[in-house]
Nanobody, 125 residues
Framework: QVQLVESGGGLVQPGGSLRLSCQAS?????????MAWYRQAPGKERELVAN???????KYLDSVMGRFTISRDNAKNTVYLQMNSLKPEDTAVYYC??????????????????WGQGTQITVSS
């Protein structure tokens, strides 16, 4: 069974930094292609913050460009989000997402996607 376990959320003052981590368990059966971070603020739709492919290419939400950096460790099936110069509008629940191939039996893989449980980021003085 594959699970995404997030860590690193919390309360930070404006201008501060936080680093989120998300590890996909079951590394022997799951081959993630795209790993990503989404966020959802109260009363708003969930939005893509950043994603990164297995080869390392990435893209970002315009409002976080230059402040957030996404990275991954393929050997550990882990994705990170370094968040600098945080603003109150970054306050949201942040969710890890991964899509790729999961081993179902023998040598048969099936396309699959998984979500983390979410971690609260609050930017406030």
């Amino acid at each position: 069974q594959v699970q995404l376990v997030e860590s690193g959320g919390g309360l930070v003052q404006p201008g501060g930094s936080l680093r989120l981590s998300c590890q996909a368990s079951g590394s022997n059966i799951f081959r993630p292609n795209t790993m990503a971070w989404y966020r959802q603020a109260p009363g708003k739709e969930r939005e893509l913050v950043a994603n990164i492919l297995s080869g390392g290419s990435s893209k970002y939400l315009d409002s976080v460009m230059g402040r957030f950096t996404i990275s991954r460790d393929n050997a550990k099936n882990t994705v990170y989000l370094q968040m600098n110069s945080l603003k109150p509008e970054d306050t949201a629940v942040y969710y890890c997402h991964a899509e790729g191939l999961t081993l179902v039996s023998g040598s048969t893989y099936t396309p699959s996607e998984y979500w983390g449980q979410g971690t609260q980021i609050t930017v406030s003085s």
